[in-house]
T-cell receptor
Framework: EDKVVQSPLSLVVHEGDTVTLNCSYEVTNFRSLLWYKQEKKAPTFLFMLTSSGIEKKSGRLSSILDKKELFSILNITATQTGDSAIYLCAFTTEAGTALIFGKGTTLSVSS | DAMVIQNPRYQVTQFGKPVTLSCSQTLNHNVMYWYQQKSSQAPKLLFHYYDKDFNNEADTPDNFQSRRPNTSFCFLDIRSPGLGDAAMYLC?????????????FGPGTRLTVL
């Protein structure tokens, strides 16, 4: 059965800290891995990763995929209180249509 | 701005009373999805439409139905809501199956069942 595991489940940091969120997966016919940020509303898209070793970057956020070791990380540098959210990792397969989500990492950034 | 719109944002219904949630999109995307997200859980796909073709997930209860009368609109019907159906319901779209990785989500409808 395809699955995705995120760690840690929750994390509390101070403003200015750097955090690394982990996502590991076991997927048949993997196509892509995606990161979403969810505040008190629907998830918003952050990154889609399909190739190993190529870092995607957007401002203070970056992510990379390792298809050999079957994991991805999401880095947030110089965290701000506005980064407080649930970060969801999801994947798609060649066969399926849906995003299969992990349970998320709840990040709390205190000032 | 092109977007995914869900109405209502909050819906309260009684146990067993049918309810319909609405989703519309101005993105002209071919694929529309309905997800159920319960508290502290990840979104779970219920079904999707690829154009007019309906695709039900194997574990979606029969209590949940969907209609897509045209490209822009998609409805989620819950025939007899139970207390366990209280959740956030998310509608999402993608341009097509090939680009399904990038799904655009609506703001969600939070359903309360009394």
């Amino acid at each position: 059965e395809d699955k995705v595991v995120q760690s840690p489940l929750s994390l509390v940091v101070h403003e200015g800290d750097t955090v690394t969120l982990n996502c590991s997966y076991e997927v048949t016919n993997f196509r892509s891995l995606l990161w979403y940020k969810q505040e008190k509303k629907a998830p918003t898209f952050l990154f889609m990763l399909t190739s190993s070793g190529i870092e995607k970057k957007s401002g203070r956020l970056s992510s990379i995929l390792d298809k050999k070791e079957l994991f991805s990380i999401l880095n947030i540098t110089a965290t701000q209180t506005g980064d407080s959210a649930i970060y969801l990792c999801a994947f798609t397969t060649e066969a399926g249509t849906a995003l299969i989500f992990g349970k998320g990492t709840t990040l709390s950034v205190s000032s | 701005d092109a977007m995914v719109i869900q109405n209502p944002r909050y819906q309260v219904t009684q146990f067993g009373k049918p309810v319909t949630l609405s989703c519309s999109q101005t993105l002209n995307h071919n694929v529309m999805y309905w997800y159920q997200q319960k508290s502290s859980q990840a979104p779970k796909l219920l079904f999707h439409y690829y154009d007019k073709d309906f695709n039900n997930e194997a574990d979606t209860p029969d209590n949940f139905q969907s209609r897509r009368p045209n490209t822009s609109f998609c409805f989620l019907d819950i025939r007899s809501p139970g207390l366990g159906d209280a959740a956030m319901y998310l509608c999402a779209t993608s341009r097509d199956i090939g680009s399904r990785g990038e799904q655009f989500f609506g703001p969600g409808t939070r359903l309360t069942v009394l």
